[in-house]
Structure formats: C-alpha cells, structure tokens
C-alpha cells in the first residue's frame, strides 16, 4: 500500500510539472465551468509517465477484474490501452468515433468473439457518458462489459451513473486525492483546495437519463437486423414462422411477449384474454399447469386468433434427439399441435433440433412451426461460454428455416436479419428479485440489449390491471424501436 501511494504521488507531481493539470476558468464538455481541468492528451509526448500510469492503472485493478479484451475510449485513452495491451498481453479493441464509409464499416476494429469480455479504459470521467456511449457499440457486438477503468474520477457523478447502468469503475486517483497531494507537495495552497472542494459540493451529475444514441436506418440485410424495420426483415426470413411473427408485428405495432407463468389453466386463459390485444407473443409453461388439457388449448387458440398473437411453450427442449421428438409431440401437453413455437438448449447439439423436425414431419407439412434457440439466460451467473454462443448461433444460420432466432441478452448474436433476438428480463422495476432473476429497462432491452421481442412476466401478471399493464410495456418498446431504426412515431 505504501508503494503504491508513493506511485501515485510521483505521478500527480509530474502530471502538474508537465500542465496536464490545469487551475483556472475552464468549460466542460458537460455544459459548466471548472477551476480545474485535465488535459492528459499532453502525457502522450512523456512516455515514461505515460507508462507509468498504464502499468499502474492495470496493476491497482488485479484481483478486481477479469477480461478477454481492453478497449480506450478515443481518443485520449487510446494511447494509455495500448500500453498496457502491450505490456500485459491482454489483446486490444478499437472502438471508432465514427463508421468507415468503406472496406468493411465496422465500428468496434479487432478480434474478439460473441460473449467476450471487454474491459474499458478511459482517462478521466466526469459524467460517465462518454464510457456508456463505447460500451454501447461494444455491446452491440456481443461483447460483455461490466468493468471501466480510470485514471481519474472527477467526482461529480460519473461512477454513480454508471453503477446505475451495470458498470463498476475503479479509479486510480480522484480530484479530491489530487488536490490533497498537490497541496501537502507545495504545489497549490490551501485555498485553492477549498475553491475545488466546494466545486465539486456544487457541480453533480446525473446519468441516469443517459439514452443510447438511436442508430441510423440503413438499407440491406448485410448492414444490421438492428437497423432494418421489422416488414423489410420478414422479406428475408427464411423461417416461415418467422416472417410471420415479423409481419405480425408490423401490423399490431407491439413487440411485447407476456410471460404467463401461473399454475392453473383458467388463470392463464384470463390472462391470454386481457393481454392479446397488446402482445405479439404469449409464453407459456403449459408443465407447471396442474389442469392442462384440451380445455386449456381451445380457449388458448380461439384468444391468439381473436386477438392477433402466437403461442409459444417455454419448454426449453434439451435432450436427445429421440426422447425430444416424444416430448414434443406425445405425452400429455402434445405441444406440437398448438404452440407456434417451442424453446430449446442446443446442449445436445443438432439433435434438439432433429428431434422437433422429425416430430412436424409425423404432424403434417402444412403445419409451420418454429423454435428458438437459447443462448443466454437473464440469470445471474448463467454458464453461457463465448465458445457455446458462437456454437449456438451457427446452429441458428444452419437451421434457419426451423430456427427463427436466439433467446440472449447480447445484440451482436444474430446477425441474420430475418431472425429474431428474444430477451427474456424485462421489468420496469429493475431491482433483482433476490432468486437470480437480472432486469433490464424496455429501453436497455431494445436499445442497448438488441431486442426484437422482449419478454415481460411479474411487470404484467403481478401487476393490480394486467391489460393495462400490458399496453404501458407495448408503447414504450415500440417508442424504443422506433428509435433504434430512426423511423418517427406517428
């Protein structure tokens, strides 16, 4: 502890002798005006310093933070990831600023894998919003952030903005650390100290309103699902259930699913009734419904088609292809004569999938059917590895007509545009309900997440009116996917 401390002394005397910090009348990118401002951009022409801080930055975060990947937040982090990247052997992403408008127009440059765990790095912080916007494009890529590092927090905010969007900072130094180390060295006096002092006391930001930027449309399958209105994806499906759901969509203006997981068949056809008009998708756990039956379906069926939605059984399908094929079309919930769709766990690789074909193939070909793979839970500390994600979207591109997409939380999964991404944890309440259950915002879902549809239980089926609960959800995920694909809310 003490030589870190003597560290970072020496490095704040040095980034004064150099001017990277500066005390006067300055204006920030956040709209006010400072006493004091860091302008570390200039420790790129010492790069003894400039190693010195990157050692040490990566060294006070060991035991804290695990990753596959490091990322600057450009541009003046860049030179500071790169080092240590360097140093450390830890391989390094380039998140742009801006789209090439050539070559292959990507955003986040490098190697990296769905799922992979991307660390960020910036150099100082004051409201947060510049890390929520490089963990945005690196999210939508599939990567997994939950971690920023910083040299230093200006205390005014920023680390409480982004704990209340799921990222822990851990800062080397603070402006108030700063001050006292400058003012014990002789290098500022005491008032000087108190005039930054009752700054920061009168100078807090709130990030609780930062929204991702929503992303531009664009023509084309190749440049993104994220992009594409829903009628121009179903053209593509390749699923017929798919374009269905889609166009379905499209038509209702809705992209809400209703988890109803009640336990007794008249609960979930009072349910089904209240929710159709605002839902495209109903999911159902017809194992946990102690009177399921024939009953059951009629009604089920006779409100989807009343009301404009499909059914899909949350079954989650995990085993051999043979024992899959008899759950599916046999036994006593026969869920391939009524759900529209089924989910299922690709553990046992292709054979799930072999197992539900050849159980349609028994049932008709005028029967359409489709399954979701799933790929990510919305539990804490799901065993979802990036080798098992890229497995599983593959298995999607390859059965694609039967696979209509992936149940995950992470948008840069499905690349395909005609499939759909699901995302089960949807609350507006998004405390944990203490049983590993994550929740995420109706905007964090579509905007942040990539969700097409987007799942909602207890935020609907606990709430005091169902229906209207149900149709609060419906408008602000649409709003939310308006936004995303740039087009205006009539």
């Given amino acids: 502890m003490l030589e870190l401390e003597t560290r ?10 150099i001017n990277a910090l500066k005390f006067g009348d300055f204006k920030m990118k956040v709209g006010v005006n400072s006493p004091v401002y860091f302008d570390l951009r200039v420790v790129v022409s010492y790069p003894e310093l400039m190693e010195q801080i990157s050692v040490l930055l990566w060294e006070f975060c060991q035991g804290e933070v695990a990753c596959d990947h490091v990322c600057g937040v450009p541009y003046t982090a860049l030179p500071i990831a790169t080092l240590i990247s360097s140093r450390f052997r830890i391989p390094m992403l380039i998140r742009r600023k801006e789209t090439k408008q050539y070559g292959t127009r990507r955003l986040v440059e490098g190697s990296f894998a769905p799922g992979d765990r991307c660390v960020i790095v910036e ?23 939950t971690h920023a590092l910083v040299v230093v ?60 930027a929503p992303e531009k449309p664009l023509a ?30 499209a038509r209702k203006q809705t992209t809400l699913c209703v988890a109803a997981d009640v336990t007794t068949a008249s609960e979930l056809l009072e349910l089904a009734g209240q929710v159709g008009p605002h839902v495209c998708l109903l999911k159902t756990h017809a194992d946990i419904l102690g009177d399921f039956g024939e009953a059951a379906v009629a009604g089920l069926l006779q409100l989807a088609r009343r009301h404009d939605f499909l059914l899909l059984e949350d079954r989650k399908f995990a085993d051999i292809g043979h024992v899959v094929q008899l759950q599916y079309s046999q036994g006593p919930h026969r869920i391939a004569s009524w759900a529209d769709l089924v989910t299922a766990h690709p553990v046992s690789g292709e054979a ?21 793979l799933v790929a990510e839970m919305s539990s804490q500390g799901h065993l979802a590895s990036p080798d098992y994600l890229a497995a599983t979207t593959q298995l999607a591109e390859r059965q694609a007509r039967l696979v209509c997409g992936l149940v995950c939380q992470s948008p840069g999964l499905l690349r395909a545009p005609g ?54 959800y419906r408008d602000l995920l649409w709003a939310a996917y308006l936004q995303r694909v740039g087009l205006q809310a009539e």
């Fill in 123 to 145: 150099d100082v912080v004051t409201s947060g919003s510049s890390i929520l916007e490089t963990r945005q494009d690196l999210r939508a890529e599939g990567l997994s952030v």
């Fill in 220 to 249: 084309g399958a190749g440049e993104g699902r994220l992009r594409m209105p829903l009628q121009a994806r179903a053209e593509l499906a390749r699923s017929p259930v798919a374009a269905r759901l889609l166009r379905l969509m």
């Fill in 352 to 372: 799930v999938l072999t197992g539900l074909s050849a159980a349609l193939a028994a049932v008709g070909p005028e029967v359409q059917r489709g399954c979701f």
């Fill in 8 to 17: 970072l002394k020496d490095i704040v005397v040095k980034l004064f002798e």
């Fill in 419 to 472: 499939q759909l991404q699901l995302t089960p944890g949807v609350r507006l309440e998004t405390a944990s309900d203490g049983l590993g259950q994550c929740y995420h915002s109706p905007r964090e879902a579509v905007l942040e997440r990539g969700a097409d549809v987007a799942v909602v239980g207890r935020g609907v089926t606990r709430a005091e009116d169902p229906g209207a609960a149900a149709r609060r």
């Fill in 153 to 212: 927090d200006r205390q005014q905010g920023g680390a409480q903005a982004l704990q209340q969007h799921g990222l822990s900072m851990l800062s080397l130094l603070t402006l108030s650390k700063i001050m006292h180390i400058l003012c014990e060295a002789g290098r500022v006096d005491r008032a000087v100290v108190e005039s930054v002092t009752t700054y920061l006391s009168r100078t807090q930001f709130d990030g609780s309103n930062f929204a991702p």
